[in-house]
């Protein structure tokens, strides 16, 4: 354990760990095979405060730091990458209501979420308006007391599951000035989901359309002011990006883990494949690489936490650094693994497969250069 964090947090970090060890670990490998969502689980960990982390605790929220987060989804993701990757998208759309709601939303929505009562997703991308998010083009038009939302989102995390989607829509054509977010339930009149997609990684979770088809929403249901929504849904997006990152570490924790523990066992030439160089230097460059990136996240957090001017380029920097750096490392523990890491038995062509993703969504890695070269260069 790092030398930069208190016994507090230590202790949420080892309950974290607890948690992973006992409840999704023993699971992630039928889970990953049978495309199960473990929503029972995932509900349980609003037991441990896992469901608002960073939410305040007047509506049943942890009231953790950014900090406390990482330390979480890193442990979580230890014991299933996939699963913990779904929660911390829960916590971001908690996050948004708790933070941009007024009080009265805040009482009536996060209090259900924090106790995971309801499950919430996040809607921004459509199939035209990915990367260059600011031209979605999901219509939401003003009809008395109430909108009327009508559009298609794409890669929904948790979509057809979740009770109440966080919705991105645009209320004018002002680009992203003209984008508001709305809460939207399940049983909306109008509301429809694609087809599950089928996908390389995240299989414990569903990723499908919404479909919106004239769904009237309460003006009550639009959160902050017309025209904020896309703000709303970039600073959900800068702890999103630590949370993304913090489970991309855990999951290479265990791939390097497991390779450590194989290198020794595994006897080719007479000789523990441990006592090869080759080895010794792949394992030694593979901790160093994620012991980098482990203090990039943990700056990148206390810089959030601090609300540093700079931390949305810090932010963005962890998500490339981070994931980059997990995905090479979890691809190196498959290689030490010979032919037996190519196995679902072995864990780690798992960890691979879910490990990929976390390069392409919340921002792809070039979408993050984007954001830290145009910080640079600014004034
Ligand atoms: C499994 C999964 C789950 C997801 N969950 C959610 C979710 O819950 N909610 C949600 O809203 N979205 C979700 N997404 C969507 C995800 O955030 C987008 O896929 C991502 O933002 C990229 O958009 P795109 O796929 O349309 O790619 P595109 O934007 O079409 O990008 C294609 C390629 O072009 C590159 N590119 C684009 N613009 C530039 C540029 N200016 N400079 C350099 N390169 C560029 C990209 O980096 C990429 O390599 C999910 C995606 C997946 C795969």
């Known amino acids: ?21 006992d409840q999704l670990l023993p699971h992630s490998e039928a889970w990953d095979r049978d495309s199960h969502f473990p929503v029972d689980v995932i509900r349980s960990t609003a037991e441990l405060g896992f ?43 908690s996050w948004m209501i708790d933070t941009f709601g007024s009080e009265a939303q805040r ?19 459509e199939p035209g308006a990915g990367s260059d998010a600011a031209s979605l083009k999901t219509k939401a038009v003003r009809d008395g007391d109430d ?27 002002n680009g992203a000035k003209g984008v508001s977010t709305f809460l ?13 997609e089928r996908k390389m990684g995240w299989k414990s979770q569903p990723t499908r359309q919404v479909i919106l088809d004239e769904v009237r929403v309460p003006a009550a249901n639009r ?10 849904a970039m600073a959900g997006l800068d702890g999103g990006r630590l949370n993304i990152a913090a489970c991309a570490l855990g999951g290479a924790q265990l791939a390097l883990d497991k390779a450590l523990a194989y290198a020794k066992e ?16 792949k394992l030694a460059d593979m901790e160093t690489e994620l012991q980098a990136a482990r203090l990039m996240l943990y700056e990148a957090a206390g810089r959030l936490d601090g609300k540093t001017p700079d931390a949305t380029r810090w932010c963005a920097m962890a998500k490339r650094f981070v994931t980059d750096t997990a995905f090479k490392v979890a ?49």
């Open 266 to 281: 595994r006897q080719q030439f007479g000789k523990a494949i441990a006592d090869f160089q080759a080895t010794q230097f």
């Open 1 to 21: 354990m790092s030398l930069m964090f208190n016994d507090e947090q230590q202790m949420i970090r080892d309950m974290a760990r607890k948690f992973a060890e």
């Open 147 to 173: 909108y009327v939302i009508t559009g298609t989102k794409q890669f929904i995390s948790g979509a057809g599951t979740s009770d109440l989607y966080v919705l991105m829509a645009r209320t004018s054509d």
């Open 184 to 196: 939207i339930e399940k049983e909306a009149a109008g509301l429809s989901f694609g087809a599950n």
């Open 107 to 125: 009482k009536a929505w996060v209090p259900r979420l924090t106790s995971m009562e309801l499950i919430a997703s996040y809607c921004l991308t």
């Open 223 to 232: 959160i902050g002011e017309e025209g904020h929504g896309f703000r709303f």
């Open 331 to 379: 691809n190196d523990a498959l290689q030490i693994h010979g032919g037996y890491g190519y196995l679902a038995d072995y864990h780690v062509e798992r960890i691979v497969r879910d490990l990929r993703v976390h390069q392409i969504l919340e921002g792809t890695n070039e979408i993050m250069r984007v954001i830290i070269s145009r910080d640079m260069l600014k004034g």
């Open 51 to 93: 469901a608002g982390i960073y939410v305040k605790e007047d509506v049943g929220g942890s009231g953790l730091t950014r900090t406390d987060a990482a330390l979480i989804f890193e442990q979580l993701s230890y014991g299933d990458v996939s699963t913990a990757a779904f929660i911390s998208i829960h916590n971001m759309a």
